[in-house]
Every structure is written in structure tokens, then in C-alpha cells.
């Protein structure tokens, strides 16, 4: 072959390679971009990256930190999902690109095509774990692109680079340049001459010893588990990550490319398209497959709702769960709290799933951070404005800063008047990059109640504001419900709040005992479900129902009564039988959900 077919050659090969980059950028791009995009939500809001010097401090204490902060860094960009999912995706194609290039540069034989395309395809499979930092995929990127240009230069360097830079890589990416030495090891021992195979390795690892001994025993005041490992991600919420485990002996093994040679079948066309490309789709589908069987369905629409919520898109948030019903608690119960606020819990609370079992109207006090995260918005909605600042407060102590839980300590202490406290927070929330508006708009309100009270939300929590302070059962959520009724009984919210209550706990002697509270408070009609309550009561002559001066049962509510009864009777009575029947047109009301709760 002349040289212009070789070239012609070597350029196809390269395309070809290129392609399988892209279609592995494309991969990922599209999938947290639009598929598992609550990844990156969920990251998003877990975290605050600050551009101030104290923020910065908080990560110099410690092997890796800096690591962390670029890591927070990237993640505030993940506010834009399509730029957040272009980033990572651009990262993992660099890490690929690098690997590619560092397989190609050891090694003619084309066995270990498949790698780049390997571990590319197990940094996305470990990111479909919500919990899985990005500062990983910056710790890789890092690591395989000074381990190419290390082998790269490595006659200019003559083997002094890896020694010098170790000390300083360690601080800067903590358990991540253990990586790099083992790879270094490994290549040294393959590529040196013979009497420097064995003596330098010896050497880098007994300054790696040396490095790492130095630094828990002096230098920082940190575990050896944390000194050895981390940041590496061996482990998240959901235990131990058995891909990570993975990702590094797939990195540590790149080095040994350089023991293949090339073999005669890779001279066959086939057996040459199959190593090159074949083999990196067959790793790329399998993986591919691997993500699809971890993406959770449950996951996507409970981040879904949560955003909803968090952007106050409260009637779009309800028409999603009424297609997508959820048995999950904390999605219930923020589609109560989005009924409440829109004046619909007693309403409409039966369109949705409601568990006896568990009470979707609030969050008891636990020390989990995911509870006291959400917790709060119950208080806050309530009129209970310190404990909602407590909830913050707690967030904040066990998560650190993130973009929910600074603007409630900042909404509460607006309300509450505590404006310096205020002021301390809106200027954290400033030195953010896509909260910067918000704390701008809060910062107007500072020391002005009359501008305060113009606010939509603000405006209407001050005035349900409790000002007399009581004692918080926060493992007792409904009595506290009774303590805000007792010091404010025309709080509306608090009101249906009760009533909601009683009907999850099919209490009704007390439903009607607290009927005369709804015209005290300027009702105009008894709530649906609560007219469903007291119509049956009515009329299967359980008791007296109290006469009120405006209000009565509605005539509809007698009727579709007397209709649901009529089916169950038609079954004998038996549960189970009329169940698929009274479903059909009955499943959204007070009664259904007593039967069949």
C-alpha cells in the first residue's frame, strides 16, 4: 500500500473512533438532558457554590477539597439542564477522547479498543445514581489526561514529573491520585529498563506511603479511611457503589496496553472491525442497557413534582399527579400542601392518594436531612413561621448551604422581622450565580413592611403569622394544627388542615362537632369532602347534624350519596364485589376512601 492509502487509512480509523465518541457524548447528553434530568436537579439543588474567600476556606482543610469545590462549581451550572447536561457530557468525552489516545499511543493491537468506550460508559452509568458528585468525572479527567501527557513526555521528563507532581495532585484530588500512582507504577514497570523495573516502582510507592503518612499524621486532622479514599465515591445512600469498583480497575489497567501486541487475526478485516468497533458498541449497549434497568420511573416523577413545587407551579403540579397518581409519601404530600394553597385540600384531597397508614399531610420530625429539607414548607404554610425557620435552620446545619433552604431562613426572617439575620443570608444568596435575582428582590424588603406586604406570598404569611409563641410538638404534626386554630380560629388554612385530618383518621363526630367553624371563617359552601362526611352521617341517621344559618348539605352531595349506597347494595354489601363498580365513578370521594383505604 503507497502512502497515501496508508493515510487514507489511518484517517478512516480515526473517524471511525471519533464516531463512537460522539455517539457516547450524545448518549449521555440526551440522557440528562431530557431523560434523567432529575439528576442534575436533585445535585442542583443539593448544593450552594459561593464565590467568596470563607466558602473557599471550607474546602482547603482537607486532601481532595478543592476537588469538591470544582465539583460544586460544575453542579451550579446544572440549574440550566441542557447546559449542565452538555457539561458533563463534555467531560466524559474528554476523558474518553483521553483514554483513546493513551490505549492508541501503548499499544498497535486493537483488544483494548474497547476500554475508552468502557469506562465512559461506566461514569454515565454511575451518575444515574442521584448521588453520585460530579467531582468524579473532574478526579478522572484529571488523572487519565496527566497520566497521557506523563507517558507522553516521558523521555523529556526522564520519570522525575510523576514524583515531583504527586505530593501536590494528592492535595488537590485526594484518593483520585492514588489512581494516577498505581497507573505509573504499572507503566514504569512495563516500559523501564530492567534493573529500573523493580526499583522505581519501590521508589514512587514509598514516597506515595511516605506522602500519605505525612499528611494524616501532620498536616490534616481527618480519618485514614478519609485520608486513603477520600473523595472517592465508594459509597452513597444507597450503599456501596460496585461500578466505582470498577471504573478503577478499568483505569488501572489502561497501563498495561502496552503488553499487547498485535495478533495475527486483527489482520483480518473482520476480526479488525470488530476489536476497533464492533466490541466498544457491544460495551456501549450492554452499559446502555445497564442504565435504562437504573433510571427510576418513581424517581423522575418525584423530582418532578418537587421542581414543580419549587417554582410555584402549583396547578400544573396537581394535574401531573392526577395523571400520575404516586404511593410515595413526600409527593402526596406536596401535592397537599399545593390543595392548601390553593384552597383545594378539603375539596379535592380524594382525587389523589391518601394512606392511613402514613399521613400525607405533614412531615414528622426526623434527623434525616432529606425530612428536614421539606419538612418546613408545613409550618410555613400553616403560619408557624418560627418552626419553619427551625426546620431551615437544621437543613442547613446538616446539608450545609443549598438554594431552597437559604430562601426560606431568608422569607422567614423577612416575615418575622429579624431583618439583620435576613440581611447575613441575602448576601450569601448574592455571590451565587442564578440566585443572585432573588436575593437582589429579597434585599428590597429589607427594614420595608410596606413593600413586604405587597408581596403575594410574604404578604399573606404575615398575616397568618402567629405572633403568641407556643410550644412545637414536632413529632405530633396535627396537634399543633389545634394549637394554631385555638390561637387564631379564622386561620382558613390551619382549619381545612383539621378537617383533612379527621377525615384521613374517619373521625367523623368530630367533623361535624367542628362544622360551625366553616361559617365563622366566611365559607360560602361546605367543601366537597366535608359535604360528603356529613351527608352520610346524615343519612344513615348515625346522629344529629348541627342546623347552621348558611350553610347546607348540597342537594348533589345527597344525591351521588344515594347512588354510591344503591351500588353497594346491589353487591350484598360485600366490599371486595362492588369495589371495581363504585370505582368508576366514586373513587375520588370521602366515601371510597373510607371503604377501601
Not at 72 to 97: N, Q, R
Not at 122 to 146: C, K, M, N, P, R
Not at 240 to 266: D, R
Not at 391 to 412: D, F, Q, R, S
Request: proline fraction near 3%.
Amino acid at each position: 500500500m503507497n502512502l497515501s492509502g496508508k493515510i487514507k487509512k489511518v484517517n478512516k480509523q480515526e473517524a471511525g473512533a471519533y464516531l463512537l465518541l460522539i455517539l457516547l457524548f450524545i448518549v449521555s447528553f440526551v440522557l440528562y438532558g431530557f431523560i434523567a434530568d432529575y439528576v442534575l436537579f436533585y445535585q442542583e439543588k443539593d448544593s450552594l457554590f459561593i464565590f467568596s474567600t470563607n466558602y473557599l476556606q471550607t474546602f482547603l482543610d482537607r486532601p481532595g477539597g478543592l476537588l469538591e469545590y470544582s465539583g460544586d462549581f460544575l453542579t451550579t451550572f446544572y440549574y440550566k439542564k441542557i447546559l449542565g447536561a452538555f457539561l458533563l457530557s463534555m467531560i466524559i468525552f474528554l476523558i474518553v477522547f483521553y483514554i483513546q489516545k493513551i490505549v492508541s499511543s501503548l499499544s498497535q493491537s486493537k483488544i483494548f479498543h474497547f476500554l475508552p468506550i468502557a469506562v465512559g460508559g461506566v461514569l454515565i452509568l454511575l451518575q444515574s445514581d442521584y448521588h453520585f458528585e460530579a467531582y468524579t468525572h473532574i478526579g478522572v479527567l484529571i488523572v487519565v489526561s496527566l497520566f497521557y501527557y506523563t507517558i507522553r513526555y516521558s523521555s523529556k521528563l526522564k520519570g522525575f514529573f510523576p514524583v515531583i507532581i504527586f505530593p501536590i495532585l494528592f492535595y488537590l484530588i485526594g484518593g483520585f491520585a492514588l489512581i494516577y500512582g498505581i497507573m505509573v507504577i504499572f507503566w514504569i514497570a512495563i516500559t523501564a529498563e530492567i534493573r529500573k523495573k523493580i526499583l522505581l516502582p519501590i521508589a514512587f510507592l514509598i514516597e506515595i506511603i511516605t506522602v500519605v503518612f505525612v499528611s494524616k499524621e501532620y498536616l490534616f486532622y481527618i480519618t485514614q479511611h478519609d485520608i486513603l479514599l477520600a473523595p472517592l465515591p465508594f459509597f452513597s445512600e444507597s450503599g456501596i457503589l460496585k461500578p466505582v469498583i470498577l471504573l478503577v480497575l478499568l483505569l488501572a489497567i489502561i497501563p498495561l496496553a502496552k503488553f499487547l501486541k498485535p495478533i495475527k487475526i486483527e489482520k483480518k478485516k473482520f476480526a479488525n472491525a470488530f476489536f476497533r468497533f464492533g466490541l466498544p458498541l457491544l460495551v456501549l449497549t450492554g452499559i446502555i442497557s445497564g442504565i435504562t434497568k437504573n433510571i427510576n420511573q418513581n424517581n423522575i416523577g418525584f423530582f418532578k413534582v418537587e421542581k414543580m413545587y419549587f417554582d410555584n407551579q402549583l396547578g400544573e403540579m396537581i394535574r401531573y399527579n392526577q395523571r400520575n397518581p404516586s404511593s410515595n409519601l413526600i409527593v402526596n404530600y406536596y401535592n397537599n400542601l399545593a390543595l392548601s394553597e390553593t384552597g383545594q385540600l378539603c375539596s379535592r384531597m380524594f382525587s389523589f392518594p391518601q394512606n392511613s397508614n402514613y399521613n400525607p399531610l405533614f412531615l414528622t420530625w426526623e434527623t434525616k436531612v432529606e425530612i428536614f429539607k421539606r419538612g418546613g414548607y408545613f409550618y410555613y404554610n400553616l403560619g408557624l413561621i418560627n418552626e419553619a425557620h427551625r426546620w431551615a435552620y437544621e437543613a442547613m446545619v446538616m446539608n450545609g448551604y443549598t438554594p431552597e433552604i437559604m430562601k426560606m431562613l431568608i422569607k422567614t426572617d423577612l416575615i418575622n422581622g429579624n431583618f439583620n439575620t435576613a440581611e447575613k443570608y441575602i448576601n450569601i444568596l448574592k455571590r451565587t450565580i442564578y440566585y443572585r435575582d432573588d436575593a437582589l428582590y429579597y434585599e428590597r424588603m429589607l427594614n420595608d413592611n410596606a413593600l413586604l406586604a405587597k408581596d403575594k406570598e410574604l404578604g399573606s404569611k404575615k398575616q397568618i403569622k402567629l405572633e403568641d409563641d407556643f410550644f412545637i410538638l414536632s413529632k405530633e404534626p396535627e396537634a399543633n394544627i389545634d394549637y394554631v386554630l385555638h390561637a387564631d380560629s379564622l386561620n382558613k388554612i390551619a382549619l381545612e388542615y383539621k378537617f383533612a385530618n379527621l377525615m384521613l383518621k374517619n373521625d367523623v363526630e368530630s367533623i361535624i362537632k367542628l362544622l360551625p367553624s366553616l361559617e365563622k371563617c366566611g365559607y360560602s359552601a361546605i367543601p366537597k369532602h366535608i359535604d360528603e362526611a356529613v351527608t352520610a352521617y346524615k343519612l344513615l341517621n348515625v346522629g344529629e347534624v348541627p342546623e347552621l344559618k348558611k350553610l347546607k348539605i348540597s342537594v348533589d352531595a345527597e344525591q351521588r350519596f344515594s347512588s354510591y349506597y344503591q351500588v353497594f347494595r346491589q353487591y350484598n354489601n360485600n366490599l371486595a364485589a362492588a369495589k371495581q363498580t363504585l370505582s368508576r365513578n366514586f373513587s375520588n370521594t370521602y366515601w371510597y376512601y373510607v371503604f377501601y383505604k
